[in-house]
T-cell receptor, first 110, second 115 residues
């Protein structure tokens, strides 16, 4: 119940396309869902986060969509750029519990 | 500047040696964490600490040890009992105040290589 599932494992998108990464959770006690971006050799950095009282949050080209009833959330990267090529981790947090998804490696082709 | 620092950036160890990785934060965060990341893989929790002088084992604690003598410091020792220690080690910290988002903030990482 503590797992967060993430798909796809890897994703290749053309420049200007939309990248979509999906995550699902089981534990209904989770109440905070951040996404992290990690470049090779660097630590993960917080990208965007959402609480379950909203269904969507947008920051620039990055949007989180949240479906509370399905216990699913997704990251959409609009107008994907080669500089977006990185590994993306979703996470779920509730109280003192914090769980990461296994990560998605995104490659944006020029 | 506020943040999390890890040192060294690169570390080489001979088999049979213990090594200690440093992690310091000046964010006044309550909790600190150590993760291990293998190439192309996700984050695996080694140890975490929610308060000074207390820490808990994560999923892969065998062969590692930690201490939390100060709020801002959480060093990780990789002992000779860790059979495959070559990996990228990440330290993180977070606030644990009730009602606040439990966001973890990461340091830049230490890459450990066993020779």
């Amino acid at each position: 119940q503590q797992q967060v599932k993430q798909s796809p494992q890897s994703l290749i998108v053309q420049k200007g396309g939309i990248s979509i990464i999906n995550c699902a959770y089981e534990n209904t006690a989770f109440d905070y869902f951040p996404w992290y971006q990690q470049f090779p050799g660097k630590g993960p950095a917080l990208l965007i986060a959402i609480r379950p009282d909203v269904s969507e949050k947008k920051e620039g080209r990055f949007t989180i969509s949240f479906n509370k009833s399905a216990k699913q959330f997704s990251l959409h990267i609009m107008d994907s750029q080669p500089g977006d090529s990185a590994t993306y981790f979703c996470a779920a947090s509730g109280g003192q519990n914090f769980v990461f998804g296994p990560g998605t490696r995104l490659s944006v082709l020029p | 500047d506020g943040g999390i620092t890890q040192s060294p950036k690169y570390l080489f160890r001979k088999e049979g040696q213990n090594v200690t990785l440093s992690c310091e934060q000046n964010l006044n965060h309550d909790a600190m964490y150590w993760y291990r990341q293998d190439p192309g893989q996700g984050l695996r929790l080694i140890y975490y600490s929610q308060i000074v002088n207390d820490f808990q084992k994560g999923d892969i604690a065998e062969g590692y040890s930690v201490s939390r003598e100060k709020k801002e410091s959480f060093p990780l020792t990789v002992t000779s009992a860790q059979k495959n220690p070559t990996a990228f080690y990440l330290c993180a910290s977070s606030i644990l105040t009730s009602g606040r988002e439990n966001t973890q903030y990461f340091g830049p990482g230490t890459r450990l290589t066993v020779l």
